[in-house]
């Protein structure tokens, strides 16, 4: 079996970001634009919603295998692979519950086996989940993967909370970013473990972004403020190439 050299690894390994606090504010604005995407581009230039899955998961497809076959990290690349694959995810439980009747519940329950899934065979095969030792093509296939499901997992559990269960999108986003909160204090007081946090917040900040850009861009007759999808995107878009630029630029100043 051929191994990596150890530069190659560290190759590898800088093709996943530092976890640092911009990593969860573009995670989160990520998560946002994904949901606003989707429905700007089916809803607002109406593609609709199989058209939209179409174009959005052909472009998902070529940036991925750009990311895929880059060598190191670039930090457009690698977020704009997280944006198209958030609103991928979107569009996967919109389709099963608005063209294939699939509940919300449903979609919940299955996204949620289909990631506990992908955990189990990354670490049977890999023996750890941690994004630190990402150095071998099965290892990021595996990364990648876990993340589509934790996008549409997101959304089918965001809008059932939302939506399904009457909460409303403005409470919905402050019980699961309360519930991002408890995740820290467990980590930062309790000495939780560093994988299982991290996993469990990522999970959670998507139906956290959903219910930010759902609150934001739908009428005030849907219990949101009315910005609309396509405002609302430009702002969040804005927000992420601005922070992707800053940490571009502070890492060729760093000479990385």
Request: hydrophobic share 55%; net charge neutral.
């Amino acid at each position: 079996m051929k191994t990596l050299s150890r530069e190659g690894a560290v190759q590898m390994l800088n093709k996943v970001p530092e976890i640092t606090l911009y990593f969860w504010i573009i995670k989160i604005m990520c998560t946002t634009v994904g949901e606003t995407a989707a429905d700007f581009l089916n809803v607002d230039l109406q593609f609709g919603l199989v058209a939209t899955s179409v174009v959005t998961s052909v472009l998902l497809a070529v940036f991925l295998i750009m990311q895929l076959r880059s060598k190191r990290y670039v930090p457009w690349l690698y977020w704009l692979v997280v944006v198209l694959i958030s609103t991928v995810g979107t569009l996967i439980t919109d389709n099963l519950v608005d063209n294939f009747g699939v509940s919300l519940e449903t979609t919940t329950i299955a996204f949620s086996l289909a990631l506990a899934a992908t955990f189990a065979a990354w670490y049977m095969s890999e023996k750890t989940l941690s994004i630190h030792s990402i150095f071998t093509r099965k290892r990021e296939l595996f990364y990648w993967a876990a993340i589509l499901f934790t996008f549409a997992l997101g959304t089918a559990a965001g809008d059932l909370v939302a939506e399904g269960l009457n909460l409303g999108y403005a409470t919905s986003a402050v019980m699961f970013g309360s519930m991002i909160g408890a995740v820290m204090i467990g980590y930062y007081g309790f000495k939780l473990n560093a994988i299982t946090s991290f996993w469990v917040a990522y999970i959670l900040t998507r139906p956290l972004g959903a219910s930010i850009g759902d609150y934001l861009m739908q009428p005030n007759a849907n219990g949101g403020i009315g910005l609309g999808a396509a405002l609302t995107n430009a702002v969040f878009l804005v927000g992420i190439v601005g922070l992707v630029v800053y940490m571009t630029v502070t890492r060729q100043k760093a000479g990385e």
